[in-house]
């Protein structure tokens, strides 16, 4: 380190460092200062310091050497993780010319120029070598830029200096045809004295920026540029609330939270509360008491982006002392919300999965509404489940959890059965109305009877009863595992991603067919690629094809359709939403995002399209999640004095999960959830593992499954047991191939250290095209 940053620099601050034998650059952060280093190795200096205050905290650092352990992964990883997006540097490589004597491919691949991107990712091979002999000849360089894409927002503000009768000596002053000039004269005169912002005064006005300026020279005002926080907040329509008088369960969930609180214990509560039973109010009355006793309150969302009914919620009872982060906002809108929260300008955080980490202090309680939901977990490095971090600020701040859902998942509910946590319980909805009676249709029959492969007869009669009382209607596809593909009638093909194991989508709004999940897309068919012929069938139900069927059975009905065409451009799931809740819409269909949360008096009657998709997968977790996602949507019938009455259509009518979530009965589910997953040797009964192989070299891949396989046997005892060495379900993505083993144990200490040791040396393996995930209780085996 240069003498010069000796005062400049603190832990927890990110800085510019050189890396490996390349030297690039690359942001770090500063874990320790020490005075004379032992370390043997060669010493690199510090190039530069970004921060001017740490970024990290203390609790941090902490939290991120725990996380790195608890998740096999790399600290660097969990410290960006915790910052906002647009504070994780960016690094740009550009290649240099340096010399005219470059053989033919480098002068192609600089085509005239002297600087050019560089991504080795998408430079063909040959070209490749070309460039890295002319840099080590010395004729081309690698530069790194390093962005810091966190700004600031300024915004004009401007103040009129003039009294009242330098306002008429200027005006006796101008020219006749200086309109402009005089308009801002009149504004300038009732508005004396304040700080206006300047666009908002051109907005009024009409006038152009140019003529602040030249008022500005004429001595009229004077005009600066302040700081300005962007605001999500600004198209919510928020109305004051105050707090409900809560019911006797309410009340007992609230005060048992409170007082642990007050004690300031970590203990963690699960509170499972069927559906309408009003979980949202005893959230919002912990926070209000959490913030009188001048502490803080994070409460987690499922994408929240989807839910903007709660967002709202809390809005309304705490107004301007909440931050909202999730990824609906903008990069430089989370960015202003962390610095609110930082600053404790904020005391209430609301977020998705990753504002887990937010910079609060002095937290008094963290709720994770809608416990069960799998995208608290996240599915790249670091791979963290929100829950977990949660219980471990917890025991820093000396605060409870509050963990809530009308169906936890197996994994909490266990604990709480086990008295690991504290159970609560709410089994009685807010209006005493029963929960909706739930009818299913067998379909294998309905086929029998009817062409009509959507809609049974029992659906369509109920539909049109509802429409005639008024009333509304929640439709739900579920569209995972429906996909749409296409298929030639004549020979049987299907068109297949070039880069994948797997069928193309058939995407109709933007007419091509697309891989989901290495991207890949191309123009739709209308000969089949293999024979010719010209009989091609496209194949499954998407939710366009429903809405334009659902029309055409009702075509006086007015249809939202909500998936992620409709959903695609920012605010676009609020505004569906507050437009059916102004009941500008008689239904709404949608896909699994419209199964959650919302709370519309109107509704009462919910459909389910479709409910089998994910029985059928191999996932010891598809009974869970069926019933979890059947349960939730019906659950959106019947909230406020009107009678519910859902129907789900399913082709597996006697599976315990669809009979169970007909007459809703969660204690039922859990019980014969929890001897199925005793008898297989699943979670919550053992810890499980998975770790993944994969390189574009099949052969490889599977050499190296197998040879950590043979490894980690070794550090196993006889209790564990592992599963494979197999090929993933889609054996192939993006032309990479995936192999893995899942490792079922109880107590296997010996077992981490390896796996540690693996991650460690992932890096070198990385080198040799060899990218190894290792994941702790992998939300899937397939
Ligand atoms: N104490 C109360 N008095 C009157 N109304 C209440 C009370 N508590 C909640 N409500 C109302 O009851 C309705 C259902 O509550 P809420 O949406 O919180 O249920 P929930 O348990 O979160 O359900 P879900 O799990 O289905 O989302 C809401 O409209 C809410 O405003
Ligand atoms: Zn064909
Ligand atoms: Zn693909």
């Not at 809608?370 to 995208?375: D, G, L, R, V």
């Not at 419209?594 to 409910?611: C, E, Q, R, S, W």
């Not at 597996?652 to 669809?658: E, G, L």
Request: with cysteine; hydrophobic share 40%.
């Amino acid at each position: 380190m240069d003498e010069h940053l000796k005062d400049r620099i603190t832990v927890g601050m990110r800085v510019v460092v050189p890396f490996g034998k390349g030297n690039r650059l690359i942001q770090g952060f500063v874990v320790r200062i020490f005075d004379n280093a032992k370390y043997q190795g060669e010493l690199k200096k510090i190039i530069s310091v970004i921060d001017l205050a740490p970024v990290l905290n203390e609790e941090c650092l902490k939290m991120a050497e725990w996380m790195a352990r608890d998740t096999f992964s790399f600290r660097i990883s969990c410290m960006q993780a915790m910052l906002p997006s647009a504070m994780r540097a960016q690094y740009q490589k550009k290649l240099v010319l340096l010399s005219k004597d470059v053989n033919g491919d480098v002068k192609t691949f600089f085509s005239g120029e002297n600087e050019k991107d560089f991504d080795e990712q998408k430079i063909p091979t040959k070209i490749l070598g070309q460039l890295i002999k002319a840099r080590q000849q010395n004729k081309v360089e690698i530069r790194y830029l390093v962005k810091d894409r966190a700004r600031v927002k300024k915004v004009n503000v401007i103040k009129s200096v003039l009294t009242s009768a330098g306002i008429e000596r200027e005006r006796a002053a101008l020219r006749a045809n200086a309109d402009n000039l005089k308009r801002l004269l009149n504004f300038l005169e009732s508005h004396s004295q304040k700080m206006i912002s300047q666009l908002q005064v051109e907005k009024e006005t009409g006038l152009a920026s140019g003529v602040f300026q030249t008022a500005e020279k004429k001595g009229w005002l004077v005009r600066k540029k302040i700081e300005q926080y962007r605001d999500p907040r600004e198209h919510l329509a928020v109305k004051r609330t105050v707090p409900k008088k809560l019911t006797f369960q309410q009340n007992h969930a609230v005060e048992a939270v409170v007082k642990e609180a007050k004690n300031e214990n970590a203990t963690v509560f699960l509170l499972q509360g069927v559906t309408g039973s009003g979980k949202t109010e005893v959230y919002l009355q912990v926070i209000a008491n959490v913030l009188m006793n001048k502490k803080t309150a994070l409460m987690l969302v499922p994408e929240i982006a989807l839910t903007p009914q709660m967002v709202e919620r809390v809005t309304s009872r705490f107004g301007k002392k909440v931050a909202l982060l999730h990824s609906g906002l903008s990069n430089g809108e989370r960015f202003d919300e962390w610095r609110r929260i930082e600053k404790n300008e904020a005391q209430v955080v609301v977020g998705a999965r990753s504002a887990i980490f937010a910079p609060l202090k002095n937290i008094g309680i963290i709720i994770i509404d809608e416990e069960h939901e799998t995208s608290y977990k996240q599915d790249n490095m670091p791979r963290y489940h929100a829950r977990d971090v949660a219980k471990w600020r917890a025991v820093y701040h000396h605060c409870p959890v509050l963990l809530g859902s009308a169906t936890p998942s197996l994994e909490s509910r266990a604990r709480a059965q086990k008295g690991v946590y504290r159970w609560l319980h709410m089994d009685t909805r807010i209006n005493k109305q029963p929960l909706p009676q739930v009818t299913v249709i067998d379909m294998r029959q309905e086929a029998h009877f009817s062409n009509n492969m959507i809609f049974s007869k029992t659906m369509i009669a109920s539909i049109q009863q509802t429409l005639q009382r008024n009333e509304q209607i929640i439709l739900m596809l579920n569209r995972r595992g429906y996909s749409s593909f296409m298929m030639c009638r004549d020979c049987g093909f299907v068109l297949k991603c070039p880069n994948c194991d797997i069928s193309l989508t058939l995407h109709m709004d933007t007419h091509s067919m697309k891989c989901h999940y290495c991207g890949h897309e191309e123009p739709i068919p209308h000969v089949c690629p293999s024979c010719n012929g010209k009989r091609i069938r496209y194949y499954g139900t998407g939710t366009q094809q429903v809405e334009a069927e659902l029309q055409k059975i009702f075509n006086k009905a007015r249809i939202l359709r909500m998936d992620v065409d409709t959903t695609r451009r920012k605010g676009a799931h609020t505004q569906i939403l507050n437009k059916f809740g102004r009941h500008e819409a008689d239904i709404l269909l949608g896909t699994q995002m419209i199964a959650k949360g919302l709370d519309y008096p109107n509704v009462t009657l919910v459909g389910v399209l479709n409910a089998d998709t994910a029985l059928g997968m191999a996932d010891f977790r598809a009974s869970e999640k069926t019933f979890q996602l059947l349960t939730q949507v019906s659950g959106r019938a019947g909230r406020a004095d009107k009678k519910g009455e859902v129907i789900i259509q399913t082709y597996n009518p006697d599976h315990y999960a669809i009979r169970l979530a007909k007459e809703q009965n969660y204690e039922f589910f859990f019980r014969k959830e929890m001897s199925i997953r005793h008898q297989g040797v699943y979670p919550p009964y053992y810890y499980t593992v998975q770790i993944t192989a994969s390189s574009r070299d099949e052969g490889q891949a599977a050499k190296k499954m197998y040879q950590i396989y043979g490894e980690i046997k070794k550090h196993l005892s006889s209790k564990a047991v592992i599963l494979g060495p197999t090929p993933q379900a889609v054996a192939r993505i993006n032309n990479r191939y995936f192999y893995q083993i899942i490792v079922k144990y109880k107590r296997e200490n010996e077992m981490f250290a390896y796996l540690d040791d693996v991650l460690h040396k992932s890096q070198k393996d990385e080198r040799n095209g060899i990218k190894i995930m290792i994941d702790r209780e992998p939300l899937s085996f397939v």
